[in-house]
């Protein structure tokens, strides 16, 4: 029997074809512009989840006029995914060696991994619009997308032509396909066939999900052998540890009884949580850890390997000291480090070694750079450090100067140089202009700053470590002998149970106001980007409704209940925000929640599982 797929299609028929697929491009072409000029989309002639996608990117704020997307490199075997899925990616490459299509994979961020294609003008085209290896394609970046909207959907999306938001990828048609674990069914990822061509053809789709299945097919494969070497490890050290043990990788734990025994459940989580940031490490580590009952244990890690690859990580665990803090909300907060800060809370290990590094720059009279992430207590550190060393002498923080204070800032800055015996903080040296950085290093380098302080006044300049200013760092820096790296909270998050009792009382003005223990846990697993600062402005948002008593979980707002493992990009912190609204305005009901954000429910699932969005608690905004 003949091949029908071979058979000539007659001239006219090909012709009416092409006619009718201009057409339709041409009027999604009209209803884009329309939709971009009106914000209304036009039903008739777009489809819903594409109306649902550009309402998204809209919302958003994209631009129709693509921008370089985020980039991250990503090199060859760096992912398991990229790993397990590059066998079945290089023989799709042969087998499509001779045809203009290509075949993108993507990981669940819609970061593209790898990009199979063996057609010349389309490989090119694709480096135009930036899909290829490292950048990103997800629907937050580029708009709407094969795999962008794939991701975002949770479903099989085919976006052809005008369909896509941007200008620049109308010239494309694509089919996207997600991959999932195959055991535990997490998404991981998204494949997507991809064709120079405007025409939808719904084969780019039957082919982007035959990808994805046999990209599973392999990664159970890799999975057995992986969680078969975990547990071997795993097994060992049971038999040789008499105490707790824990194994873990991306998709699995196992905790031996006597852990059960030995830590409640508050611990228990505490300890993955920690055991979690240390598990994706080739190297050995141990750590200390304060738990949330007040047992101190030291963690020792050991990564678990099959062949070459990480297979996952055994923790043992060790108790070290008994509980022996008072949960008590008045806590004292001035003295209670051995290194006797002034005013400065916190007992952790790694917060008294930092105290103590500030302390012995000072008593040498060196100036030094204090840099840390904003609201680290950066400021507050130079104030207790001060304190201790010259409580009688004379402190001024001045903050970055307003464009038209520049004369008097240097005047004043120049000022406190000169008088000695005190302190002069400098804040947030990132954010000076030009003048203020080449006009103090000139005064730095006069007065004989740079070095031990023969006028004894105590040089301070506070830092951001993630936003630089090349001309700090190279002008302003040099003039100072040491720089000091404030840690962030959560590297001390112990420290929280001290902090919240010391800033509720510096709120209300007295001890009427605590948290319960279980607010302070849930407190705990947040990441706290913006630090002790940030921890200050959320129990100031508390104390507007609630100005004594215990302040429960339910008191908390929402961000708080949210406990993602990691900390979140400022886009994802929206998205994050946006389901926690919507839950809120439906009583939690996921389906309308999905349904007014124009996502399917397994994206709701997927975010309330990647943003640790909690479930049973009560939600309020
Ligand atoms: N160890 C601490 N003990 C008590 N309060 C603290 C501590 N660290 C910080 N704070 C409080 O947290 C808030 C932020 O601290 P601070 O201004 O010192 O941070 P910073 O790192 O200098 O901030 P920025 O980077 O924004 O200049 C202040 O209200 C401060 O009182």
Request: proline share 6%.
């Amino acid at each position: 029997m003949a091949d029908e797929s071979r058979l000539p299609v007659p001239r006219n028929m090909e012709t009416n074809l092409k006619d009718r697929a201009c057409r339709v491009d041409r009027q999604l072409s009209f209803a884009r512009d329309e939709f971009l000029r009106s914000g209304e989309p036009l039903p008739t002639l777009v489809r819903g989840p594409i109306q649902a996608s550009w309402a998204r990117a809209v919302r958003l704020g994209l631009s129709p006029t693509m921008t370089r997307p985020a980039y991250v490199h990503c090199p060859a075997g760096s992912s398991r995914l990229l790993r397990v899925a590059g066998p079945v990616l290089a023989r799709l490459a042969g087998e499509l060696s001779r045809e203009p299509v290509s075949v993108v994979m993507a990981d669940s961020h819609g970061r593209v991994q790898q990009r199979v294609c063996g057609d010349g003008a389309l490989v090119r085209a694709m480096d135009v619009v930036f899909l290829a290896s490292g950048f990103s394609a997800a629907e937050d970046q580029v708009g709407t997308n094969g795999i962008g909207t794939t991701l975002e959907a949770g479903v099989a999306t085919l976006v052809t032509g005008h369909e896509h938001f941007t200008d620049e990828l109308g010239a494309f048609s694509s089919g996207g396909a997600l991959i999932h674990h195959p055991v535990s069914r997490v998404l991981i990822g998204a494949v997507e066939c991809t064709v120079l061509d405007r025409r939808a053809n719904t084969l780019l789709m039957a082919f982007a999900s035959s990808t994805a299945q046999r990209i599973e097919a392999q990664l159970l494969e890799d999975t057995s052998a992986h969680e078969r070497a975990l547990f071997c490890d795993y097994l060992s050290a049971c038999r040789s540890t008499p105490g707790a043990v824990l194994a873990l990788n991306a998709d699995v734990v196992m905790i031996n009884r006597r852990s059960q025994q030995l830590f409640d459940a508050a611990d228990q989580a505490a300890l993955l949580q920690r055991a979690g940031d240390v598990a994706g490490s080739r190297s050995t580590d141990t750590i200390v850890v304060d738990l949330p009952s007040g047992l101190v244990a030291r963690m020792e890690y050991r990564p678990s390997y099959r062949n070459a690859d990480l297979a996952g990580g055994v923790v043992r665990v060790h108790v070290q000291q008994g509980p022996e803090r008072t949960s008590h909300p008045s806590a004292p907060d001035v003295g209670t480090s051995p290194a006797a800060l002034p005013g400065l809370v916190g007992m952790s290990p790694i917060w008294r070694r930092v105290g103590q590094d500030v302390s012995e720059v000072r008593s040498r009279g060196e100036a030094v750079i204090l840099e840390g992430e904003s609201g680290v207590g950066k400021v507050t550190l130079a104030r207790a450090v001060h304190e201790l060393h010259s409580p009688a002498g004379h402190l001024r923080v001045l903050d970055p100067p307003a464009p038209s204070d520049l004369g008097w800032w240097l005047e004043s800055a120049a000022a406190e140089l000169t008088e000695g015996g005190g302190t002069l903080v400098l804040r947030d040296g990132h954010r000076w202009p030009i003048e203020v950085v080449s006009g103090l290093a000139k005064l730095l380098l006069a007065q004989g700053a740079d070095r031990a302080c023969p006028t004894g006044s105590w040089v301070v300049l506070t830092l951001s470590d993630i936003q630089r200013n090349p001309l700090v760092d190279a002008v302003l820096v040099p003039c100072f002998s040491r720089s000091i790296v404030v840690p962030p909270l959560r590297h001390h998050i112990e420290d929280l149970e001290r902090l919240v009792p010391t800033l509720l009382r510096r709120i209300v003005g007295d001890d009427s106001l605590r948290l319960s223990p279980a607010a302070l846990r849930r407190l705990m697993l947040l990441p706290w980007a913006g630090n002790i600062g940030e921890l200050h402005q959320v129990l100031h948002g508390i104390v507007r409704y609630r100005r004594a008593g215990v302040i429960a979980t339910s008191d908390l707002p929402p961000k708080c209940l949210a406990t993602a493992r990691r900390q979140l990009t400022l886009m994802e912190e929206l998205q994050r925000d946006a389901v926690l609204e919507s839950l809120a305005r439906h009583g939690g009901n996921k389906q309308a929640a999905a349904e007014d954000l124009g996502v399917s429910r397994a994206t709701i699932y997927r975010r309330i599982r990647e943003y640790g969005i909690p479930l049973a608690s009560p939600i309020r905004v």
